[in-house]
């Protein structure tokens, strides 16, 4: 099959995309490259001209979810700190919503023994989130918009489960349909487990 020619950083994308899309309906962990050269056309030699290894597709396919997460939330618009963390929730669940791939991805690498340079992106994508938690939480404080005791730890890594469980159980269900109407109802549970004003 003769496909158009697609400079190398467009195939890398489209190999990106292809994973993301299979992971949807494949364990991730079972995916194998012959796999994600049928979903895209073309040969594993063509796969492999652009990749050396099925390490480096993962690493290519963490590293464009912790850019696309990353550009989604710096694309926030400016607003009051609790406003900010719920925009960023919807941001977070849109993201999911539209990529069911992407959380598979995530937790099948976390659930690796021992340390990988994929292990390395996702941890690196986890804890700068939640900085920046934490970071619109410690504003939230001094603005006076939730209690000055607040526990920013605890409250940063409560507003992490909740997210995270929320896409657990999504994940489980194997239906997103009412995360996003979900994820306001604990947003609000939210704000009030944290005392917001």
Do not use: C
Not at 28 to 47: D, E, R, Y
Not at 103 to 129: H, N, W
Not at 161 to 167: D, E, F, K, P, T
Request: a neutral charge.
């Amino acid at each position: 099959m003769n496909r158009p020619y697609l400079s190398a950083d467009l195939r890398r994308a489209e190999t990106v995309a292809a994973v993301v899309q299979l992971a949807a309906s494949h364990d991730p962990a079972a995916m194998t490259t012959s796999q994600i050269a049928a979903a895209m056309g073309v040969s594993q030699g063509a796969l492999f001209r652009h990749f050396p290894d099925k390490q480096s597709i993962w690493l290519a396919v963490l590293e464009w979810t912790s850019a696309e997460l990353d550009a989604r939330f710096d694309a926030l618009p400016a607003a009051a700190p609790l406003d900010r963390l719920a925009a960023m929730v919807d941001a977070h669940v849109a993201f999911v919503v539209a990529q069911p791939g992407v959380p598979r991805i995530l937790f099948g690498e976390l659930q690796r023994a021992g340390d990988t340079p994929t292990k390395a992106i996702v941890r690196r994508l986890m804890a700068g989130y939640r900085q920046r938690v934490a970071d619109e939480l410690v504003v939230a404080r001094s603005d006076g918009a939730i209690p000055a005791d607040t526990d920013i730890d605890a409250a940063t890594m409560l507003f992490l489960a909740m997210v995270q469980g929320l896409v657990m159980q999504a994940l489980a269900m194997d239906d997103f349909s009412t995360t996003a109407a979900m994820a306001r109802r604990l947003f609000a549970r939210f704000r009030a487990a944290v005392g917001a004003a």
